[in-house]
């Protein structure tokens, strides 16, 4: 949260040098476990060995993080900034930069093979349809939940034939081997928090005690929202809540590619972390909340714009009027 209120703080006039940092990090990091995984020992048994934590994870990417989902969540707000950039930018050149810098984020994302990434360019998809029309969101919203029960058991059953060899996926599932002990854990926090419901059973508890509670093999819970309610309780986990619910208001305020990229980013990082722990790496908050701070900067310049803004100048913002106007169509210089 430092991060995301020092980035905020430097994008209140329309800076953006937080964001292309980040998201120049999240394209390196893509790269370097690209090498590192089709030339096992090139960087970890290297002077840039530091740079990660080189588990094995057989067929899955892993590298910076030591876990594949986790590296996931690393790259997917770097991965709907480009998207956007790519498909909604007018500038040329930023449409061409971002094209070759997708190119190493999708194939570590499809290499993570989590779900995660499929469910947030849903997100992206129906954003974009829904700040067009709001009738072709719905469409959207409609055709990708028949589009996904019909595409995701197949991807699964690609995982299961690539990962871990009959033991993943069964035919037509939208489920993996995996979930059941995701599930479990859920339990687990839930009875956590059932038993201490007001002050929870304390930071990081779920390590120490999730065995007791019925979790005898996960050290967390595998989804941040639950631990919210487990290990600080109720006001905790409601404040958590809030903070997911203002944070979606407040960046849907941005307009333009830069906004449609931020806000489906910050999509994409909560529906990860339902289902895992990124805030556990904190290789994953410095990607990501450098960008969510941004975007929060560039929703508090949107609030104080009463009429709608004309296009940036090339120049760029440099009075409080025209930082104003980068709020509503940011550009990279």
Known sequence: FILLIAAAWTARRGELRALVAATAVGVV????????????????????????????????LAGTVPSPNALSTQLIVPTMVLLAALLLARDLRLRLLAALSLVPLGVAQYLTFSRAPFLAMY?????????????????VIVVGLVVGALVLPAY????????????????????VASDELRFRAWATAIRMWEQEPIAGQGYLSYKALGETFGDPLLGSPHNEWLRLFAEGGV????????WIAITWIDLARVKGWLGTGILTGFAGYVIAATFNNPLLFIRVSAVAFPIFGVGLGLAALARKAPEPLPEV???????????A?????????
């Open 29 to 60: 990091v893509a790269v370097v476990c690209l090498i590192e995984y089709v030339a096992p020992g090139s960087i970890s048994k290297s002077a840039f060995a530091w740079v990660g934590f080189w588990k094995e994870f057989g067929a899955r």
């Open 123 to 139: 997100v992206f998809v129906v954003v974009v349809a829904w700040r067009f029309r709001r009738a072709a969101g719905v469409v």
């Open 156 to 175: 699964l059953q690609l995982r299961t034939t690539t990962v871990s060899p009959g033991t993943d996926a069964q035919p037509g599932s939208i489920l």
């Open 235 to 242: 006001i905790v986990g409601l404040v958590g809540l809030a």
């Open 313 to 323: 100048s090339p120049d760029g913002p440099g009075t409080p009027a025209q930082a």
């Open 325 to 333: 106007e980068s709020a509503q169509a940011p550009t990279l210089h």
